[in-house]
């Protein structure tokens, strides 16, 4: 449909006139029919957000302002007249932000919904719909299982099995420096296979992130673990998976000084990675999709490894965790025997041919 120029520049002169006279609803109609016509009409969309401004109509302003600053952002011709609106909007919906923002947790504080009393997933989503968090998602590397809740820290309480384990700190603290004086360096986390392609890890075969295992592919490091008595006692407190070749998997994971592990993704949703702190410097923190935690003393830390996350040692010390995996509690032990079938299947399948 071709619009007609003079039909467009009719209703801005329209529109203008009632600006001047302080005639709001003819400015506002003659805005409306240009839109209606031509709805992505660059000069009208920034009249029309000034208009809702004025008026006091901060959530159409929003969308008028916003609307006009996408086109703009997505390579829209801007006049010289324009650009000056183009800040007007950005301050207009920097302090619209901040005053809803004010209004919202008002309104929370009324309802004794405030600060640290607000449940953890409302906080959440707040930061979300305020813009201070990023939206992530679960994208395990190999496996993915439908319907788990998309959560990226697991809290502490919602596992009564972590007060006997957490109990056993000292213990474990005690063996570790045990196992410290015999060892001097750790081996690499992340290792390369003949058989396998190399992984593009900027910490392959780097002992700067390092592993000390008790158990390993589903069979026991008995050369570690039987240096550790109390901590492989901890360890049976807690519901970790029992798959051929696969799991249990326990081991001490090492950051030396400054050492940073790359944003990645775990292989699986079907499980949540416990951490121990053992041995816990400053500056050594966890982000896990749009949250960053640091360890805490004597505090487990659980997360969801399928999220895109990453690690960091910004200390001059060294860093060392016990790190564990557990069922996730939202699957059943029937789905939890028939989920293991399929991962020992999938080992079955994966083995290499004797010849």
Not at 74 to 96: C, M, T
Not at 193 to 222: C, M
Not at 340 to 351: H, P, S, V
């Amino acid at each position: 449909m071709s619009i007609h120029p003079e039909t467009i520049e009719s209703l801005l002169g329209e529109a203008e006139a009632a600006l001047h006279s302080g005639d709001v609803t003819g400015e506002e109609k003659a805005l409306q029919r240009l839109l209606s016509i031509d709805k992505r009409h660059l000069t009208a969309l920034f009249l029309m957000g000034e208009l809702k401004a004025r008026t006091n109509d901060d959530r159409a302003a929003n969308g008028f302002y916003k609307a006009a600053l996408n086109m703009v952002s997505v390579g829209a011709a801007v006049s010289e007249d324009l650009r000056p609106k183009i800040k007007q909007a950005e301050e207009f919906l920097a302090g619209a932000h901040g005053r809803f923002e004010a209004f919202l947790f008002r309104k929370l504080d009324e309802s004794g919904l405030a600060g640290n009393d607000t449940p953890i997933p409302v906080r959440q989503a707040i930061d979300l719909l305020m813009g201070r968090k990023e939206i992530f998602y679960q994208k395990p590397s190999v496996f993915y299982y439908p319907g788990m809740p998309q959560r990226e820290f697991y809290e502490r309480s919602e596992f009564p099995w972590l007060v006997e384990l957490e109990a056993a700190i000292p213990d474990m603290q005690e063996e570790l420096r045990g196992v410290i004086t015999r060892t001097q360096e750790f081996e690499p986390y992340v290792q390369g296979q003949p058989n396998r392609p190399r992984p593009n890890n900027p910490l392959l075969d780097d002992p700067s992130w390092g592993a000390h295992y008790f158990w390993k592919d589903g069979i026991e490091v008995t050369e570690n673990s039987v240096h550790c008595p109390k901590t492989m006692a901890a360890l049976a407190a807690a519901p970790i998976p029992v798959i051929q070749n696969r799991s249990p998997m326990a081991l001490y994971s090492v950051l030396e000084p400054g050492t940073h592990i790359a944003p990645h993704y775990g292989m699986l949703n079907t499980r949540l990675i416990c951490h121990i702190p053992l041995v816990l410097p400053p500056d050594c923190a966890l982000r896990v999709g749009g949250e960053t935690r640091p360890w805490k003393a004597g505090e487990a830390l659980i997360f969801d490894d399928s999220f895109e996350h990453e690690a960091w040692n910004r200390s001059d010390q060294r860093r060392v965790i016990l790190l564990f995996e557990i069922w996730r509690p939202e699957i059943s032990e029937d789905e939890r025997r028939a989920l293991t079938t399929i991962f020992e299947a999938i080992n079955d399948y994966q083995k290499p041919v004797e010849i």
